[in-house]
């Protein structure tokens, strides 16, 4: 019945498409395949990290995002498993998204922020809020974007860059871009690995079995076909290797192994006001976890994602815009612990975007899922973006979103509970921009509400399973500032954060575990001519680790320093140092596992 539902759809559609305008267009500047944030996020905060930014961070994307946005991360240890909360929801409330692809596991419906290394990717962005209605199953809280833009233009391009630090931690990324008028290719490699012995600070102990590697190569082409038609295809694959450490009480002897495979195939055509997309997509994820690494002995599982999916973008006038998307996405997940088993689920969206004046436009949403393993809600979104003067913009969102219920959920043997329903939440935002001069300061308020909360509890045997166990709300306040000056010949840019978050189980009055009350960072970088100098902070406060409040981690703060130099001389290389943990502050991002203290970093980028 849903393979009927979507035929049907798709023909609709196709007639749509054979019948476009077939004006002739010459494509400009850069080719993204995440259309939909770009072109339905105006009533939302979408906070884009630059590439200085991205450079002067750690490669894993727990570090740039602690240091740089509203996140809060939960980490298991320098390197370990690395949890977000976003807005009080989840790490499985937080939606990650690959050019345009959905890439949350679907055995745990988490990602694993420690395993994504920025230097993959060229465009990093955060987008706070709901956007289940365009990416489906996480989008709760927020969704991270990772991109790989290509554009076209006649040029050849390497670097090289070398990191080393303490903890003998080497990294080490390679990337070539490589372009003519109609073919592009943007492809890296990345390696990196750690002992990962720091000292536990206070203590004669060491975090001992932490040491990691991982490697990971990605690849994004493009091919003009000719001027109305584009073909594309983005790659990635990721290999890795972690001993998870123990504790202040007790020692680990145990590792996790994954690999993680995603390729995207795109067709897009230009024809007039229509613009057509056809994506086909197929993601691997795969793990074997080992309770003592010294032996053979390991639980394993794996799932395999097929993914079709068709945009069609009808431009009806010049300030209204239409999108309307089928997907079907088709799991076959198995593994030592998982019941064999198999799902589908198709979808269909629609979304639109009305300027109605050159300072008032609304954008519109509406997504519907069909599976048999699931009864799916129907999900909207609505948003205004109004400017009130030059200076000043309010942003309001209203949304319905979902997470759907995991592999692990569903089918883990002797436990998993096939009749759970997907976790849905109602939420509204209210957004304030201010922009004067070289400043932009923005301020939003927010409310969710979430029921049919998915939670594994013991039973009376015993045995821990899932269920909806209840409902839970979040509100609170973030913030986020930039200014730029430019003094003399030289350059600073002050950047910072601030996230006020309530969140609570209902009819109760304890915050939820991990979920701090105040968040804050900061930054402030100078630069002069070839030589830059910058300081950033990071301020978590207490969070609780026990529901009844009864016990908590203490706020921390915690600052890095670095300076960077261009050697032009030599064709453009960049010498940095960093010192992470400036103040050598002792502190936990999760009980009884203990975060190092001072140490340094230094990097070689050769461009040529």
């Not at 003067?389 to 959920?409: E, G, H, M, Q």
Request: charge should be positive.
């Amino acid at each position: 019945m849903i393979l009927k539902r979507s035929t049907l759809l798709i023909l609709l559609f196709l007639c749509q498409y054979l019948t476009a305008q077939n004006d002739t267009i010459i494509l400009k500047g850069i080719i993204i395949s995440d259309t939909q944030l770009n072109n339905f996020s105006d009533s939302q905060s979408v906070q884009k990290l630059n590439d200085s930014v991205i450079g002067r961070n750690a490669a894993s994307l727990t570090s740039l995002l602690n240091y740089n946005t509203n996140i809060y991360f939960k980490e298991n240890g320098l390197g370990m498993v690395s949890s977000p909360s976003f807005r009080g929801t989840t790490a499985s409330q937080t939606a990650v998204v690959w050019n345009g692809i959905n890439i949350n596991s679907q055995l745990n419906g988490q990602t694993d922020f420690n395993v994504l290394n920025t230097r993959d990717f060229n465009n990093i962005s955060v987008r706070a809020g709901g956007g289940s209605v365009a990416y489906g199953s996480s989008a709760i809280g927020g969704s991270i974007h990772l991109n790989n833009d290509l554009s076209f233009g006649n040029r050849f391009n390497n670097s090289l860059r070398t990191d080393y630090g303490s903890f003998n931690t080497v990294g080490v990324n390679y990337h070539v871009v490589a372009a003519t008028e109609d073919f592009t290719a943007n492809a890296g490699i990345s390696h990196n690995s750690s002992d990962n012995d720091y000292d536990y600070q206070g203590t004669n102990k060491t975090n001992e079995n932490g040491q990691y590697y991982n490697t990971s190569l990605n690849i994004g082409i493009a091919y003009r076909l000719n001027q109305k038609n584009i073909l594309r295809f983005y790659g990635y694959l990721f290999d890795g290797e972690r001993h998870f450490s123990g504790t202040l009480a007790a020692p680990s002897r145990s590792k996790y192994q994954s690999t993680d495979s995603r390729n995207l195939v795109e067709w897009s055509g230009y024809y007039g006001k229509f613009t057509s997309r056809l994506k086909g997509a197929y993601l691997y994820e795969k793990y074997k976890y080992y309770e003592n690494y010294k032996n053979d002995l390991y639980t394993n599982g794996n799932v395999k994602t097929y993914i079709a999916r068709y945009d069609l973008t009808y431009d009806v006038s010049e300030t209204i815009k239409l999108n309307t998307i089928l997907d079907y996405t088709h799991n076959n997940g198995e593994g030592s612990d998982i019941i064999h088993k198999k799902r589908d689920i198709g979808s269909a969206s629609l979304l639109m975007k009305h300027e109605l004046t050159k300072r008032f436009k609304y954008e519109l949403g509406v997504r519907k899922e069909i599976t048999d393993s699931y009864e799916s809600p129907v999900l909207f979104s609505l948003g205004i973006n109004t400017l009130i003067n030059r200076f000043y913009t309010i942003k309001l969102n209203a949304s319905r979103n979902f997470r759907i219920p995991t592999y692990n959920d569903l089918y883990w043997a002797g436990s998993g509970n096939p009749e759970l329903k997907p976790e849905s939440s109602y939420q509204a935002e209210l957004g304030n921009e201010f922009r004067f001069k070289g400043l932009t300061l923005s301020v939003t308020g927010y409310y969710i509400k979430m029921r049919d909360m998915l939670q594994w509890t013991p039973g009376t045997n015993g045995i821990w399973s899932p269920g909806n166990v209840g409902k839970s709300k979040s509100y609170g306040v973030e913030s986020i500032l930039n200014w730029n000056k430019k003094l003399g010949t030289g350059n600073v840019a002050v950047t910072g954060t601030y996230a006020y978050t309530i969140s609570r189980k209902d009819e109760s009055d304890k915050q939820l575990i991990y979920v701090p009350l105040h968040k804050t960072t900061a930054s402030v970088a100078y630069s002069y001519k070839n030589a830059s100098v910058y300081y950033r902070h990071l301020f978590n406060g207490e969070v609780f680790t026990s529901s009844d409040n009864k016990y908590s981690l203490d706020p921390y703060n915690v600052g890095s320093a670095g300076t960077e130099y261009t050697i032009k001389a030599l064709k453009g290389i960049d010498v940095g140092v960093q010192v992470n943990n400036v103040w050598d502050e002792k502190y936990l991002a999760y009980e009884v596992r203990p975060m190092p203290g001072r140490n340094y970093t230094m990097y070689l980028n050769f461009k040529f």
